[in-house]
């Protein structure tokens, strides 16, 4: 192991299992929610912005053009289900439940179980703030994968200042 990767302080974790990216080409659990973004279904054009709250389960769901999701009414849509069951792959789920305070008892976790749970809190709708924020960080994910590979350090994802002084 290198210098640089014994000195770093971000650990990179895994993913439980592989998962495609096609359906749910970005989750992430942050800022207090389960959020990501959601392939349409019925137009290859579209995506949906998709986050669940830790705690309140509230949730929210629009396309990237800000327009809401017509399956959220009252409940999960189907691009919430989609986002849940991909970071139970992406996390695992005991991992995903603890992050979005889920108790699920004493039965075995997993992205059906906490779904069910989640949604017999009956959740309220959230405000969509937050997804011009989430898309703009799938964006930017984008961005890099089309970086060509390469070991040498990158400017924008040097966030800590050298421990050497500058003269």
């Not at 279904?41 to 669940?52: E, L, N, T």
């Not at 830790?54 to 800000?66: K, R």
């Amino acid at each position: 192991m290198s210098h640089f990767e014994r000195s770093s302080t971000a650990r990179v974790i895994p993913p439980a299992r592989p998962r495609k990216l096609a359906k749910v080409p970005f989750a992430e659990l942050a800022d207090g929610r389960l959020q990501g973004v959601v392939s349409s279904g019925s137009d290859i054009g579209r995506v949906y912005v998709s986050s669940v709250a830790a705690g309140t389960y509230a949730y929210a769901c629009s396309t990237n053009n800000n327009r809401p999701c017509g399956g959220a009414r009252g409940g999960f849509c189907n691009h919430i289900g989609a986002l849940i069951n991909e970071a139970v792959l992406q996390y695992g789920a005991e991992r995903v439940a603890r992050y979005l305070r889920a108790d699920l008892g004493d039965g075995e976790a997993t992205a059906h179980t906490l779904h069910l749970v989640m949604s017999a809190t009956r959740p309220m709708p959230a405000d969509g703030k937050a997804a011009a924020s989430v898309f703009s960080r799938f964006l930017r994910h984008l961005a890099y994968l089309e970086l060509a590979p390469a070991t040498a350090p990158l400017p924008e994802m040097q966030w800590f200042p050298p421990t050497r002084a500058v003269a």
